[in-house]
């Protein structure tokens, strides 16, 4: 099973509105991942959580806030969003960061459009 | 810069023939490679790695060649299928920072009748 699920799969906000992004996978992998895609663009890391711990921020304005509750789960807060947020957002899990490299399984996406 | 360059952006195939979708990579630290594949408003799909310590992984259709002296590697689909239709992505990470893919900008393929 590499199977990466994440919700809603579609989402439409205000530049006010607080919403958040949830992404699951039971493959105990201790590695999760969010990516942003644009549209014809390869997807760009956000943020890394290695063993349930925020390992890598992409200098990511604070207006995505990212929770890693355990290690099945990972959340992407959302808040004070801008237009040109709106892009596929992915979320990948991979068996660990350290040593040998381990491939990265990603998600569907939410597709997320900021009005 | 772009350490990871995937210089066809588009590729046209007949069904049952050879498609071949080549990438190159800068950095010389790059030690692990992987192929992806996106189908529109999906996340991408792992396909095949290889490892610098290779230059031939197979699975089943897909084969993926690495050069290094050349710092390139190829993807190669045979037969290729209808739905093998999509975006192919080339990914590239070094062993001390493997949590960091660098893609390449993609690839569309397709696979006609």
């Known amino acids: 099973d590499t199977e990466v699920t994440q919700t809603p799969k579609h989402l439409v906000m205000g530049m006010t509105n607080k919403k958040s992004l949830k992404c699951e996978q039971h493959?105990?992998?201790?590695?999760m991942y969010w990516y942003k895609q644009k549209a014809k663009k390869p997807p760009e890391l956000m943020f890394v959580?290695?063993?349930?711990?925020?390992?890598i921020n992409e200098s990511v304005p604070s207006r995505f806030s990212p929770e890693c509750p355990n290690s099945s789960l990972l959340n992407l807060h959302l808040h004070a969003l801008q237009p040109e947020d709106s892009a596929l957002y992915l979320c990948?899990?991979?068996?660990?960061?350290?040593?040998?490299?381990?491939?990265?399984?990603f998600g569907p996406g939410t597709r997320l459009t900021v009005t | 810069d772009q350490q990871v360059k995937q210089n066809s952006p588009s590729l046209s195939v007949q069904e049952g023939r050879i498609s071949i979708l080549n990438c190159d990579y800068t950095?010389?630290?790059?030690?692990?490679f992987l192929w992806y594949k996106k189908y529109p408003a999906e996340g991408p799909t792992f396909l095949i790695s290889?490892?610098?310590?290779?230059d031939k992984n197979e699975d089943g259709r897909f084969t993926v060649f690495l050069n290094k002296s050349a710092k390139h590697l190829s993807l190669h689909i045979v037969p290729s299928q209808p739905g093998d239709s999509a975006v192919y992505f080339c990914?590239?990470?070094?062993?001390?920072?493997?949590?960091?893919?660098?893609f390449g900008k993609g690839t569309l393929l397709t696979v006609n009748p």
């Open positions: 990948a899990s991979s068996r660990g960061t350290s040593g040998i490299s381990y491939e990265q399984y």
């Open positions: 493959m105990g992998h201790r590695a």
């Open positions: 959580y290695s063993y349930e711990k925020l390992s």
């Open positions: 950095n010389s630290m790059f030690d692990y």
């Open positions: 290889i490892s610098s310590i290779k």
């Open positions: 990914a590239a990470s070094s062993g001390g920072s493997n949590y960091k893919l660098t």
